[in-house]
């Protein structure tokens, strides 16, 4: 990707594993594939996939199976890995009845290097802020 080396892995939830917590809860019901950048061991990319219902909010809420989703960074000026964009299709129900479809894409681009100078003034005094 982009003209360096990556490593795809595909992945898979153990729907049996024990786990603590709405993301590891989640994460038992996913699948996809993973792309690590081989030199910098990065996330260059990753598509997941809900392969059942996933419930919340003692199951008044779920999120569809089929609901995908995609992230995307790369090394920006050969210095720092940045986001370059997501994408989500969801399938997401409420209280059983209530139905919703939706495609959000979010592109992140046009990253900017700042630089920022800072002088300490003479007889300057540090005050700390007050303790509650």
């Given at each position: 990707m982009d003209g360096r080396s990556v490593i795809a892995f595909d992945f898979t939830g153990d729907p049996h594993a024990k786990t603590h917590g709405i993301a590891e809860n989640a994460s038992k019901k996913l699948s996809g594939t993973i792309?690590?950048?081989e030199s910098d061991r990065q996330v260059r990319r990753m598509?997941?996939?809900?392969?059942?219902?996933?419930?919340?909010?003692?199951?008044?809420?779920?999120?569809?199976?089929g609901s995908t989703f995609t992230f995307d960074q790369k090394l920006v000026n050969n210095e720092l890995w940045l986001p370059t964009g997501a994408q989500?299709?969801?399938?997401?129900?409420?209280?059983?009845?209530?139905?919703?479809r939706g495609d959000i894409a979010v592109t992140d681009n046009d990253y900017q290097k700042f630089h920022a100078d800072a002088v300490q003034q003479a007889g300057a005094t540090v005050v700390n802020p007050p303790s509650h």
């Open positions: 792309w690590i950048d598509i997941a996939r809900f392969d059942d219902n996933f419930h919340l909010g003692f199951g008044l809420f779920s999120v569809g199976k989500a299709h969801v399938v997401a129900h409420a209280i059983g009845i209530i139905g919703w």
